[in-house]
C-alpha cells in the first residue's frame, strides 16, 4: 500500500511529502537521537529513499555519528531526518513532523540498552539492543 502525506517543521520553513508504504517505524532510544533532539526518545518512519521530496526549504545538515546525516530546520531546530551511509537507499523521518502523526504508530523499539529507566511506552512491542537492517 502507498501512503502519500505531507510533514513539516514547526515554524513552517520545511516542508516534505512521503508516497510509500508507513509500516517500519521505530521508537530509537539511542543518546545521539536524546540529545539532537531534546526529546526521551525519537519514533522514526523508514522509507525508500525515493518515496522521500522536499517540497519547501533547504535543510540544515548535522552528522552524529560519522555515518548519519541528520536534517534539521535551521529557523525552528525540528529534526525532520536522517539518512545513514548503513543503508543509503532509505530515509528516515521523525515521526512528530507528520501531519498526522497519530496515524503512524511504531511497530518496535531499537537501540533499547539506551533506553532511560523510568520511560515507559508502548510496552509489549518487540525490541532490539541496536538496530536490524
Ligand atoms: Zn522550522
Ligand atoms: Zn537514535
Not at 514547526?10 to 511529502?17: Q, S, T, V
Not at 519514533?43 to 519547501?56: C, I, K, M, N
Not at 533547504?58 to 555515518?67: K, W
Amino acid at each position: 500500500m502507498v501512503d502519500v502525506v505531507e510533514g513539516g517543521c514547526h515554524c513552517g520553513a520545511l516542508r516534505y511529502r512521503l508516497s510509500g508504504a508507513l509500516g517500519d517505524v521505530a521508537h530509537c532510544h539511542c543518546s545521539i537521537c536524546r540529545r539532537v533532539s531534546g526529546g526521551t526518545l525519537v519514533t522514526w518512519v523508514t522509507l525508500p529513499f525515493e518515496a522521500f521530496q522536499w517540497l519547501a526549504g533547504s535543510p540544515q545538515r548535522y552528522m552524529a555519528p560519522e555515518t548519519c546525516n541528520r536534517y534539521f530546520c535551521g529557523s525552528c531546530g525540528a529534526h525532520v531526518a536522517l539518512v545513514t551511509t548503513r543503508s543509503p537507499d532509505s530515509i528516515d523521518v521523525t515521526v512528530a513532523t507528520l501531519d498526522h502523526p497519530e496515524r503512524v504508530p511504531a511497530n518496535r523499539h531499537i537501540w533499547v540498552g539506551s533506553r532511560l529507566p523510568w520511560l515507559q511506552v508502548d510496552q509489549g512491542l518487540p525490541e532490539e539492543d541496536e538496530e536490524r537492517l
